[in-house]
């Protein structure tokens, strides 16, 4: 049993001006974009012809699988986008075309409930031999994850009959017997699923197999194995190589994929960055659902060292496109870096399973820093532009020019051959009410500040929670809080480690409530009456610099506001970022934004190096250096504008 | 004919306290440590066994080849490095090693001329089936210079028989003709191979099939062709493959080998660094050789475009490690860069051919400048540890955890699987007379400062030049002139372009001597009774910005004094370099070194910013700055002492 819960959507609805826009751009927007992308029905993109695979494994059209091995998951994962803004609102239309989805994959489905079109289409006889490579796992978890949430929103069963025969035919491949192949995805995603599968339907064979995956995972050869049966052919280029997979970077092959050691044994991030945040994020329910402390301890020494070592302050992590992968402590290059979007999503997930087992600001803090600055970014503000890859400095020439920096795209991208980042945002923004408030049996914690309607219950009876705040822009957070069938019950309020300072009032009267050490406020009162409170948060533009040993930010400030990064763009600054020099001694004024709607924007004032025309490479200094006004805005909406330079960590006067 | 001529050896012998101690490094230590590590001697090093691949060729030991496919190089490196050295000075024991070595050379060629000890062993049926990708012509270019080399020092020419039967198996394998290759090397070095053998033998079949390289590169499909038929098999990983050869960046593949566009018409350095400085010696060779206007210009442009756009202030070349490869204008990264060694190297040899048809400042101090700083760089001052990669900034922490920094060694090597480098450097070390002096029919100018004797022969007669210098610490340099065989002629001296002011004095009164537009003062004179000539270039330290499109530098200054460029290291300055800003605004101090005896060291001044012990990523900025002394060591010296951090673009203040 979990030591603390998430909530269902029944007990909590958010409506927020600031996140009601996303909500709608998803609805209307980012999920029919996205049906049209699966249909190859947007000209000058990378195709998709995702749905037509489906169609083609059904027998009901006649071709090539296209794409890459696991394209299948794309329609996933649109699949579990609608379900989640389903769930908030129930829409004809868009159930219509996700039952018509729905009944092709069915068709796609084998006798056995096999279910992935690559093989099906182009090597049936070769399913399950190239585990490692070929993502039939990680598609069968999105489609699990998918099944569940449109079913949970819809109440319509046949989708999850699809997952059972899926995951049944699953454990039948899979598992410690002698028959069985005794490993474990190459892609983590599954053990997520299983986790979801074992809550909707309490069966434990489920969570069984979860962590058959889980704690089989680098303890043995399973993949060393597979490769020599496979006669040591890559999948990718059909080359016989030395190692099982590509050797992406100076690490181990075994990184890439974290099974180098037993993942409890596992004490620093490494590999792809989001096979690493969704294997933690099983592990961390995992722990959770089963009370193991030792995995809960091994999560916990991952997350201490991707919060303290490998964190970008945007919440991206990932330094290196290599393997879209971590590297080591320290390492946080600003344009040469990867910080994919997706990982920023598995960094969510994560630190919301840690909160299962632990009441900790840290999680919280790292889901808002990850949200309102990653996450966001990765979308423009019409929902039909993504970025993959999120720099904190761009200059376009640079990105054109050099080898090392040309996976950084200047401006964001209609779709993407490998397009995961998309999709996973469109699931992610619907379903951000899971995140606000967790609850065990006296107790509701509030951990992200969104306007909502909640009721949240207890051990015994519940409390109504109404939340109003113009957060992320203010941080004066209102609760309406009022308890049912029963008086006396506590709201844990989390003070973020941004906040300098903060008031809280009950029924209108300033209290003195301390921060205890997990970083919660724990207001215990009696609710029977309603009762009001506030909680202000110090909301004041800071200066951050990096720790010492990220030495590519020596020299280099950034600032932020509340949960907010905000950056340098050409636009508002002109071209040479990096000539402006901003001074720490000088007040910084909160302006409203004249490009977006409530938005703050940042002045600050600095010193900028006169930028003569020049036609030699190198020349004598001169060093004229005149003050100049700095313009900030909030990191998350950057390049919505006239594309150029962007720059998050400024050179310090 | 060419407008300049180089002088001979019998016309030149430096004489000098900074270049004797390097050619007596390379004497002994640097030419005996690679034939140790030829025959695998060194433990603890990347094994060469290139030796014993002649040998086994030969048929007097048996085995598998081993190494790269081009491992035969280095022998013939090594061995141009030699007759290089035995130029100098005659040496029983080198010279018999050589002789050895040229037996097991001689014992390999095959009956018709060819010699590749790779295909010889491995692939017998496969010679010139890979042109591209196998470096059989590259291999076959460095013997013939290491022949000639040898041939001119010692006047044995059991060497040059090997060489000439090799170019005339080449000459049956490749031409205009039908039914031979119409194709072109995919590592261009034959062509300065072939036109130095020209010079050597004044055979004009040489030249021609030079020219053929030169002019067929880029105009045909011979790569594409040659691709097609060997199945489309890439050599490197036996799989087949989409494009002839790997695409190492994001640039065309064909850029790789510069066969883009017919050489006459490429206007900007692209691909591979050592391959395009090496076709563009030879195409300004050939230039000069055959007045060929047109193809001066091509070089001439490539030249612009190298120095005002893509040149490293240490001279070197090459912006990115994948390919090895020049990217676009301005991209000069200091931290992910390549500016290998070779390129530098490469660059000399470019620039020297430039000088046979145009007498421009613009190419000795390209010369120097590669020279002073990235050749002798790439060497420690022991002569046994290398850099084949040379960085402006190193933090080794960084190059330990970023992948795109992680092909740039912190710490100078014992030896290379693919040891281009350090033989490079060998040969060309012992040879830098020949940079000294060019000469027409009535002048001679004088390029590089270097103490030596000469006699250099005019159209008429000869001028005896004795060059006294302290460079590159001190910028006098004294001239002892006499004309023999005629009274008046004309001696140019460079004044570089680093060099605010100058002063000329003519028999020890100064004379108002003003500079030509192509960088040289022209001193006419009587020389008949002897002169001395005294040149003073001011050398001071100079604060050098970079062009603001150099992205990279915005913020930042580098120091030179005279060619030298300056560096901070962590030895005199602590970790954390980018703390420290350079403040221009005072002095910098000429300290004597007391590390190295007669080096000028650089003290400046700046300010640091206080280094906390701190344990969080982020933090509030508390910005206390504190004035410290700055030290700075020649850029060529770095890493000859404790490793650490390495710094050349300086924050400034």
Redesign the interface.
Known sequence: MEKYRLIDKTECTINDSFWNRYTALVRESVIPYQWEILNDRIPDSEPSHSIRNFKIAAGTLTGEFYGEVFQDSDVYKWLEAVGNVLLLERNQDLEAKADEVICIIEEAQEADGYLNTYYSIMEPDKKWTNVLECHELYCAGHFIEGAISYFRATGKDRVLKIAFRLANHIETVFGPEEGKLHGYPGHQEIEIALLRLYEVTGTKRYLDLAKYFIDTRGTNDFFEQEFEKRDRICFW????EQYPNRR???FSYKNYNQFHLPVRQQKEATGHAVRAVYMYTAMADLAAKTEDKELFAACKELWENI???Q?Y?TGGIG?????E?F?????L?ND?NYSETCASIGLMFFAQKMLLSEANRTYADVIEQALYNTVLGGMNDQGNRFFYVNPLAV?P??C?????R?HVKPVRQKWFACACCPPNIARTLPSLWQYAYTADKDTVYSHLFMGSEAEIKLGEGSLEIKQETNYPWSGKIKYQVKSKGRDRATLAIRIPSWAPAYTVKVAGQEVSAEVADNGYVYLSEDFANGLEIEVELKMTA???????????N??R??VTRGPIVYCLEEADNGK?L??I?FD?SEPIEEVPSKHWSGVTELKAAGVR?A??E??????????QKETTEIQMVPYFLWNNRTPGEMLTWM??K
Chains 1, 2 share one sequence.
């Not at 590297?327 to 390492?331: A, E, K, R, W």
């Not at 054109?400 to 090392?404: D, F, G, I, L, R």
């Not at 020049?614 to 060093?623: A, H, I, P, R, V």
Request: glycine content about 6%; cysteine-free; aromatic content about 8%.
């Open positions: 280029n059909k080359a016989k992406y970077n100076q919060v303290s070592k964190l302050i330094s290196t496109p290599s393997g992968a590297t080591l402590g320290y390492d290059p040469t200059v020439e640079n054109k020019a050099s080898t090392e040309n800071r200066i951050l610099k990096s720790n010492k040993n990220v030495h590519y020596l020299g400030v950034a040479y990096d000539l020099e720490p190096e930028a003569a020049e036609s030699e490479l190198y020349q004598d200094y001169q060093g050179r310090v």
